[in-house]
Nanobody, 125 residues
């Protein structure tokens, strides 16, 4: 069993920054990835960013490239999402997700096995 807990969400003005954290417990990840997704009211949950656990390859949605950075700390079983130049359209609940076994489709939420409860990010204009 795997537990994921996000933290770091909050209210920020447009142009501001936040750092989200996700701590994983219950197992040590090897050949897998950690991802961040978000869901705004009335919208589908969408991919934001992901990082491979072994080689640190990173992946981003076009809407956040150049503004968001995903990183990880293997020793702490943690992954982070550094969000800069935030926009009102970034407002959503942000979820951390764990991909237990390697999948080439790192962008699909269906390829992730475990999910955190989410943390709210609100960007005011």
């Amino acid at each position: 069993q795997v537990q994921l807990v996000e933290s770091g969400g909050g209210l920020v003005q447009a142009g501001g920054s936040l750092r989200l954290s996700c701590i994983a417990s219950g197992r040590t990840f090897s050949n897998s990835a950690m991802g961040w997704f978000r869901q705004a009211p009335g919208k589908e949950r969408e991919f934001v960013a992901a990082i491979r656990w072994t080689n640190s390859d990173t992946y981003y949605a076009d809407s956040v490239k150049g503004r968001f950075t995903v990183s990880r700390d293997n020793a702490k079983n943690s992954v982070y999402l550094h969000m800069n130049s935030l926009k009102p359209e970034d407002t959503a609940v942000y979820y951390c997700a764990a991909q237990l076994y390697y999948s080439s489709n790192i962008y699909a939420k269906g390829s992730y096995n475990y999910w955190g409860p989410g943390t709210q990010v609100t960007v005011s204009s």
